[in-house]
Structure formats: structure tokens, C-alpha cells
T-cell receptor
Framework: GAGVSQSPSNKVTEKGKDVELRCDPISGHTALYWYRQSLGQGLEFLIYFQGNSAPDKSGLPSDRFSAERTGGSVSTLTIQRTQQEDSAVYLC?????????????FGPGTRLTVT | KQEVTQIPAALSVPEGENLVLNCSFTDSAIYNLQWFRQDPGKGLTSLLLIQSSQREQTSGRLNASLDKSSGRSTLYIAASQPGDSATYLCAVYGNNRLAFGKGNQVVVIP
């Protein structure tokens, strides 16, 4: 079946612009996660959605970052007024449900470059 | 805060040798541990998931062990092949998230 998909695969933006990154999880997966991977920081958690529960936003680095999940499926990560330190690969993952012993499946990522 | 450490950061082995990759974590309150493979410029591919109640998990040439009380996991790759060259990431799940190590970068020399 189809895996986790993300779009765009690459995004180059000017400092100060807003960007939107999209994630389509595996059908039927109720848990969705955003992570980012940067050279200096490794892989770090950003936000977690589980069904209709309030999201866990504790990993978002600043209030310029926000995310939503519509209809329990597609998710959009928005970064406002982008800064050069936002340059990273943004990865989305989904699992059947959470918490518990459920495998997380990752998408191919969106590489964001802020110039 | 969960801290995950992977040693060594990088290693090279001749083809055919067994690979041993180590992972340690500071907080034993985890639901599971996953090992991933990442190829350059690519996303993460899940290799094995070990539930917190399990001691080990096997898939083909891969075997992973988990000692939750001591905060350690080991990934064994038998009879390594050049195609096994990649970065291997260990991650533990707890507190609504995976916490990742920085990875073991592996090169298998033909």
C-alpha cells in the first residue's frame, strides 16, 4: 500500500517568507508526527497528533511554527517569517495509533532551504 | 529529557564481517525501541521494532536486543554486504515522541 507522502520534496524560500509543508499519512493511521533533521541537531521532535485529541506541541521551537491536521488525515506544518536556522529536512511519520508499541513509518521528507 | 547515544559514530568493516552497533538511553520508561536505516539524502526506513516487554527481535540478517533496565540496545548485522552501507539510527518511544541518537555511519568495504 501507499506509504507516507510529503510535498514539496524541496523548497527554497527567502528569509522572512512563510512556507507550508504537507504530509499525507498512511490511510487508517491515527497518530501523526513531525520531526526535523538538521546537521547540528540531529533528528528532533516537533509535534504529535493523535485522533481528535489536542496535539502535543511541546517540540515546536518557536511561535513561528504551527501545524494542523484536517479530518484526522492530512497535516500541514507552517513556518512563518522563515529564518536561516529553519533550514533543515522536515520529516513526517505516522503510526497505527499511539502511545504504545506501534511502528512509526516515515515519509521522504521536505528539504527546506532559507536564503 | 531522554538522551540517546550511539557509539561508534562511524565505522568501516570488510565485507562478510558481522556488524555490532550500540545504543544507550537514559530513561528506561519507554514503550518501544526502533532501529532505522537512512541512506544519503533519503528518509528513514524502519528495520526493527522491539516492544518494551521484549528482549530481542530478528529479521533476516538483523537481530536487535533490548535491555531496558540498563538502557541499552544492540543491533547485529550478520555477514555484512556493501549494500548495508548507510547510517543506522536508534530511537526510543516515550512521552509522545521518538528520541533519536545521532546514528552510526557504516561503510562496508568490498
Amino acid at each position: 500500500g501507499a506509504g507516507v507522502s510529503q510535498s514539496p520534496s524541496n523548497k527554497v524560500t527567502e528569509k522572512g517568507k512563510d512556507v507550508e509543508l504537507r504530509c499525507d499519512p498512511i490511510s487508517g493511521h491515527t497518530a501523526l508526527y513531525w520531526y526535523r533533521q538538521s546537521l547540528g541537531q540531529g533528528l528532533e521532535f516537533l509535534i504529535y497528533f493523535q485522533g481528535n485529541s489536542a496535539p502535543d506541541k511541546s517540540g515546536l521551537p518557536s511561535d513561528r511554527f504551527s501545524a494542523e491536521r484536517t479530518g484526522g488525515s492530512v497535516s500541514t506544518l507552517t513556518i512563518q517569517r522563515t529564518q536561516q536556522e529553519d533550514s533543515a529536512v522536515y520529516l513526517c511519520a505516522s503510526s497505527l495509533r499511539a502511545p504504545g508499541a506501534y511502528e512509526q513509518y516515515f515519509g521522504p521528507g521536505t528539504r527546506l532551504t532559507v536564503t | 529529557k531522554q538522551e540517546v547515544t550511539q557509539i561508534p559514530a562511524a565505522l568501516s568493516v570488510p565485507e562478510g564481517e558481522n556488524l555490532v552497533l550500540n545504543c544507550s538511553f537514559t530513561d528506561s520508561a519507554i514503550y518501544n525501541l526502533q532501529w532505522f536505516r537512512q541512506d544519503p539524502g533519503k528518509g528513514l526506513t524502519s528495520l526493527l521494532l522491539i516492544q518494551s516487554s521484549q528482549r530481542e527481535q530478528t529479521s533476516g540478517r538483523l537481530n536487535a536486543s533490548l535491555d531496558k533496565s540498563s538502557g541499552r540496545s544492540t543491533l547485529y548485522i550478520a555477514a555484512s554486504q556493501p549494500g548495508d552501507s548507510a547510517t543506522y539510527l536508534c530511537a526510543v518511544y516515550g512521552n509522545n515522541r521518538l528520541a533519536f541518537g545521532k546514528g552510526n555511519q557504516v561503510v562496508v568495504i568490498p
